[in-house]
């Protein structure tokens, strides 16, 4: 069946810069999102379509995509960006979404 | 602005059922795509379901087809997530999120969450 497949724990250096990577099958076919979620909160997108950014989400958040790896590159990792990041796309039927396992990113 | 906000959560035993509400404000909701999310304490995010505008189509993941209906009252601006013969495994914190396609149309992103109800499944 299909899945997305992330590090569970990642971590950087304040000021540095980590990516953050989700594998799958799908993504060769299908695009890919990513959001951020902070305790207690809802997630919030920050990347959508490979590689585009929202209005409001700092320039530091970027994505890339190629095969069946996508990624969120946090350049100049900040502390309050410490929280879980989610990759999503669609299973192989295009009907079906999917989550990626999530990657809890700590800043040291 | 825009504004998701479910309810009807809480704690139910083992084969009952129970029906989440998500009423929605702020925007059309008739033209957009709502789904279903659920995400274990402490876990990650698990999609569940899926209604397109008009309702035609519908779509479940397979942990709970069979067991869940969605349905939506776009006259009400409100979704509903029916769950039936729930399990322990159901136990989470239930979101609806509005899907909204790329730029490009080739595919979609949630730009919306809700706050989330949690649904406790035990004996």
Wanted: charged fraction near 20%.
């Amino acid at each position: 069946s299909s899945e997305l497949t992330q590090d569970p724990v990642v971590s950087v250096a304040l000021g540095q810069t980590v990516r953050i990577t989700c594998q799958g099958d799908t993504l060769r076919t299908f695009s890919v999102n990513w959001y951020q979620q902070k305790p207690g909160q809802a997630p919030i997108f920050v990347i959508y379509d490979k590689n585009k950014r929202p209005s409001g989400i700092p320039d530091r958040f970027s994505g890339s995509s190629s095969r069946n790896t996508a990624s969120l590159t946090i350049t100049g990792a900040q502390a309050e960006d410490e929280a879980d990041y989610y990759c999503h796309s669609r299973d192989s039927s295009g009907a079906k979404h999917l989550f990626g396992g999530g990657t809890k990113l700590t800043v040291l | 602005q825009v504004q998701l906000v479910e309810s009807g959560g809480g704690v139910v035993q083992p084969g009952r059922s129970l029906r989440l509400s998500c009423a929605a404000s702020g925007f059309t909701f008739r033209s957009f795509v709502i789904h279903w999310v659920r995400q274990t304490p402490g876990k990650g995010l698990e999609w569940v379901t899926v209604m397109s505008s008009d309702g035609r189509y519908i779509h479940y993941a397979d942990s709970v087809k069979g067991r869940f209906t969605i349905s939506r009252d776009n006259s009400k601006s409100t979704l509903y997530l029916q769950m039936n013969s729930l399990r322990a495994e159901d136990t989470a914190v239930y979101y609806c999120v509005r899907e909204v396609n790329y730029d490009s149309g080739s595919g979609s992103y949630y730009d919306y969450w809700g706050q989330g109800t949690l649904v406790t499944v035990t004996s």
